[in-house]
C-alpha cells in the first residue's frame, strides 16, 4: 500500500500540469480556433480551392456532366479543429453563373495518410456585402 502512494502522487501531479498547461493555452483540446489572415494564408486558400474543385466533380458525377460550375474565388474566414487529423471550417467566396456567391465547407485533413476529405459543401446563409 505504502509503495502506491508515490505513484499516485505522480498521476496527480502529471494530470495537474496538463490541465495547467491546456488552461494557459485558453484553448481545450477538439475546439475550434479562428485561423487569422486566411487571405494569405496558402494552406487554407488551397484547402477551399480544393474544397470546390471536390463539389464540382461529385457534382458533374451525379449529374452526369450537366452541373453548373462553381468557381473558386478565395477563402474568407475559417477555423479549425484538430481531432482525428485537422478538421477545417472555411467559408469560401465563388461564382456561379457570373453572381457571386458564398459557402460554407467542412474539410478534414489528416496529414499522416496524406488525406483530404470534403464533408460538407453548402450555401452560406452569409451574404456577400
Same mark, same amino acid.
Given at each position: #500500500? $505504502?509503495?502506491? =502512494?508515490?505513484?499516485? $502522487?505522480?498521476v496527480?501531479? %502529471? ?9 494557459? @493555452? ?6 475550434? %480556433?479562428? =485561423? %487569422? ?12 480551392? *480544393?474544397?470546390?474543385?471536390? @463539389? ?5 458525377? !451525379?449529374?452526369?456532366? #450537366? !452541373?453548373?460550375?462553381?468557381k *473558386?474565388?478565395? /477563402?474568407?474566414? $475559417?477555423?479549425?479543429? /484538430? ?8 467559408? =469560401?467566396? !465563388? %461564382? ?6 458564398? *459557402?460554407?465547407t ?14 460538407? *459543401?453548402a ?5 456577400i456585402?
Amino acid at each position: #500500500m $505504502a509503495a502506491l =502512494i508515490p505513484a499516485v $502522487a505522480l498521476v496527480t501531479v %502529471t494530470m495537474l500540469a496538463c490541465l495547467v498547461c491546456g488552461a494557459s @493555452h485558453g484553448t481545450l483540446v477538439g475546439s475550434k %480556433t479562428e =485561423i %487569422t489572415d486566411v487571405k494569405r494564408n496558402k494552406e487554407v486558400q488551397d484547402l477551399g480551392y *480544393f474544397s470546390v474543385e471536390e @463539389h464540382n466533380r461529385r457534382l458533374r458525377q !451525379a449529374l452526369r456532366g #450537366m !452541373a453548373e460550375e462553381t468557381k *473558386f474565388v478565395e /477563402v474568407v474566414e $475559417a477555423q479549425k479543429q /484538430v481531432v482525428a487529423g485537422t478538421k477545417y471550417y472555411l467559408k =469560401i467566396s !465563388a %461564382t456561379q453563373s457570373g453572381r457571386s456567391v458564398m *459557402f460554407d465547407t467542412v474539410v478534414v485533413v489528416q496529414p499522416g495518410l496524406a488525406s483530404k476529405d470534403l464533408l460538407s *459543401f453548402a450555401p452560406s446563409s452569409q451574404k456577400i456585402a
